[in-house]
């Protein structure tokens, strides 16, 4: 489809060295937190649903923080808007820590499960939520399940209609229920008719021609530590950054099968069986492998691998009007 073209890698107001700049910057590394409660991420397999949050994201996303402060590193927290909304006191308490705040949504709904006109309504509402609570001005954003890609590209106009400065939720490899392959492994500006954003992509190491992802979630938790060890080396010689992500529940052993069975009567107990197998394994492992990453990399907030005051100022570019409903995607030409 050649309707209109939201990409262009190559923005006239960076020179090569000052996009090469960002990528050296003694910020380090970035991490991020998508914060959201244990359940969430394993009934996206289910639909879309809403289950309303629980204590246990406080809890975690505490633990997460005490941890971060003892490390004396700063993160970007992605919180879900129906999680802010909740629990306003969590946000606070993050952004007091001296932590970015970001938006994941309002409810963990994927970009597929929206119509443009529901995804802007409902990131704005977690955006005013997350701002009121924390204080903050909310500048990035994290799609559910990395679900940003061409079919749904449509939502980068909204992020920029709505003043988010950059986005961090496109996995630049093949994978099968997510992932933009052949998109960019660097940060690169995104020019939409509402302004200019950045996308920041998730982390993949390359090897033998394969994109292989690296250093978050499922991927920290799954591997060995010295595979993520490795990736980070590796990007360190390509002069990349990683951005590493994770979730609150990671590190919660607990799960309360009997609250999911509550709001999810229909769904089998070998279905709930094989989505803790998937969700919550080798969970005892993960503060240990964060610690000695923490105390072995650098790292800091995605603002601050973007730089500050350098997002955003380039004027929106003029270009014809997108189709109603984002059913037609944009021309990824230079992908
Ligand atoms: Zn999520």
């Keep these: ?27 380090g590394h970035a991490l991020s937190v998508d914060v959201e409660d244990w359940y969430n991420a394993a009934v996206l397999a289910l639909g879309r649903r809403v289950i309303p949050p629980t204590e246990a994201v406080v809890r975690n996303t505490e633990r997460l923080l005490l941890l971060f402060a003892e490390m004396r590193v700063q993160a970007t927290w992605f919180f879900l808007g129906e999680v802010a909304d909740s629990f306003p006191g969590l946000v606070r308490r993050v952004a007091e820590a001296g932590h970015e705040l970001g938006a994941h949504g309002y409810h963990h709904h994927r970009l597929q499960e929206l119509d443009p006109a529901g995804f802007r309504r409902s990131l704005g509402r977690a955006k005013d939520v997350i701002e009121q609570a924390g204080g903050q001005r909310v500048r990035g954003h994290r799609a559910v399940a990395f679900s940003m890609g061409r079919e749904t590209w449509w939502a980068m106009e909204a992020l920029a209609e709505l003043g988010f400065d950059y986005d961090s939720s496109v996995f630049p490899f093949r994978g099968v229920r997510y992932g933009m392959s ?21 982390s993949v190491v390359r090897w033998a021609g394969l994109r292989i992802p690296a250093c978050g979630g499922g991927y920290l938790r799954h591997f060995p530590l010295a595979f993520t060890r490795a990736a980070l080396r590796c990007l360190e010689r390509e002069r990349r950054r990683a951005v590493v992500y994770l979730h609150p529940y990671e590190l919660d052993v607990d799960y309360d ?23 919550y394994r080798r969970r005892a492992g993960t503060i240990p492998k964060l610690r000695r990453l923490l105390a072995e990399f650098s790292f800091g907030t995605l603002a601050a691998m973007l730089g500050t005051g350098r997002v955003n100022p380039t004027p929106s570019v003029p270009l ?4 109603e409903g984002g059913s037609s995607g944009p021309t990824l030409s230079t992908f």
Excluded: C, F, N
């Design 320 to 323: 014809p009007r997108a189709p």
């Design 1 to 27: 489809m050649k309707d209109y073209l939201l990409v262009d890698t190559v923005d006239k107001t960076l020179t090569p060295s000052e996009v090469l700049e960002r990528e050296i910057s003694p910020a």
């Design 182 to 202: 052949g998109a960019p492994l660097s940060p690169y500006p995104v020019r939409t008719r509402r302004g200019t954003l950045w996308e920041v992509p998730l």
């Design 257 to 279: 099968a009997g609250y999911l069975r509550q709001w999810l009567p229909a769904v089998s107990h070998r279905r709930l069986r094989w989505l803790r197998w998937t969700q």
